[in-house]
């Protein structure tokens, strides 16, 4: 059974910086591609950033897009976001998730990943 835990969630001030961390287990990591989406209250699950198994290609919902930086480690089984110059509209409940890449068609799609951490909050202070 896969397990994702995340850490990194935080009060950030506008402009500011902050970065997500996910461990995976219990799931062959090299065969799954990672994602991180976002929900803030009372809207739906948002894509935020999506890399491949052998983490040469991201893609990135146009919100975040040259802000933000996802990256994994295959050796420690960790994906990563690194998000710059924060605006108030990234606050967030930040949802790391893992799905097998050969099973997804619509990578952008939260029903397409199998596997979800437990979602650490970033407020953004204006």
């Known amino acids: 059974q896969g397990h994702l835990v995340e850490s990194g969630g935080g009060l950030v001030q506008t402009g500011g910086s902050l970065r997500l961390s996910c461990e995976a287990s219990?799931?062959?990591?090299?065969?799954?591609?990672m994602a991180w989406f976002r929900q803030a209250p009372g809207t739906e699950r948002e894509f935020v950033a999506v890399v491949d198994v052998g983490g040469a290609t991201q893609y990135y919902g146009y919100p975040v897009r040259g802000r933000f930086t996802i990256a994994r480690d295959k050796a420690n089984k960790m994906v990563s976001l690194q998000m710059n110059d924060l605006k108030p509209e990234d606050t967030a409940t930040y949802y790391c998730a893992a799905g097998p890449q050969s099973q997804l068609r619509l990578w952008i799609q939260p029903t397409e990943y199998q596997y979800w951490g437990h979602g650490p909050q970033v407020p953004v202070s204006s």
């Open positions: 219990g799931l062959t990591f090299n065969t799954h591609a």
